[in-house]
């Protein structure tokens, strides 16, 4: 009888094992940030990123998100180059304006620079400066616009519409988990004010108040970090393509849903990967 008992005991763990196993889910994307392009005739960045999208075909991320500052001047010419280069990459891949990337007083307008990205990625076809997409049935990611739109600075700011539009659809979709894109990191790896996020107070309180956020994405600093906020909030800063060793991140998020509570339950590896 008790070699019967002990039979049944650990099938029944092995039930809940398996159980645990098969609910376990995962998501991976990669993230470039500051890649500068510059087209010219030596193409030298042209290079680098014929790797980048070796690299990317092969590990096969669900999708790509470019952090920002895609190009290093507004002007058609790059963003054109920058555009033709990235084309060969077969998994999505989204944009995210950076403050050298559109501003009409000294460069290119934000609606000229949006319609050659659209026009050359099958996967970004809305003219839309922020917006979101949804990789799976379980996540929405968000990319916002912290940038201006006439001057180059290297400010950031979220207008107040962006943040207002956040919250409703945060609001919304209260069981997805979220992940949010944006070039100027509210938590800074390093302090130096002339890159700082000016309007952030009413950010944070966004952040703070919806429990479904998983991580905030982010460049404009050059520097790799990761940063966990008192609520569980992952805030990941990505190195700068451009500068050696020409690397980018692949961020994995192994989550279950039935069990999530909160950001601290979800777990989030990034690995750098070198070009």
Request: aromatic share 14%; net charge negative; proline share 4%.
């Amino acid at each position: 009888m008790n070699k019967l008992l002990k039979n049944i005991f650990f099938v029944f763990l092995a039930l809940i094992l398996m159980q645990n196993f098969v609910s376990a889910k995962e998501l991976q994307f990669a993230q470039v940030s500051d890649i500068h392009y510059i087209y010219d005739k030596e193409n030298v960045m042209d290079k680098y990123l014929y790797f980048l999208s070796l690299s990317l075909n092969k590990k096969h991320p669900a999708f790509t998100v470019f952090l920002g500052d895609n190009v290093d001047r507004s002007k058609e010419e790059n963003v054109i180059g920058l555009m033709k280069s990235l084309y060969t990459i077969r998994s999505p891949y989204y944009l995210v304006f950076g403050d050298n990337d559109a501003h009409s007083f000294s460069g290119i307008g934000k609606e000229i620079y949006l319609d050659i990205v659209t026009t050359f990625n099958n996967s970004q076809k809305e003219n839309k400066k922020y917006y979101y997409f949804k990789p799976n049935s379980d996540f929405i990611c968000v990319v916002l616009d912290d940038t201006s739109d006439f001057a180059y600075s290297s400010h950031g700011e979220i207008p107040e519409e962006q943040i207002e539009w956040l919250d409703k659809l945060l609001t919304k979709y209260p069981k997805k988990l979220f992940i949010i894109f944006q070039h100027c990191p509210l938590i800074p790896p390093r302090n130096e004010y002339k890159l700082t996020l000016l309007n952030s107070d009413k950010y944070k309180e966004i952040i703070s108040k919806h429990k479904n956020i998983i991580l905030i994405s982010s460049g404009h600093y050059h520097q790799e970090q990761i940063t966990q906020d008192e609520n569980g909030v992952r805030h990941i800063s990505a190195p700068a393509f451009k500068d050696i060793p020409h690397s980018y991140q692949l961020i994995k998020i192994i989550y279950d849903e039935n069990t999530y509570a909160s950001p601290k339950d979800i777990d989030v590896s990034v690995e750098l990967i070198k070009v």
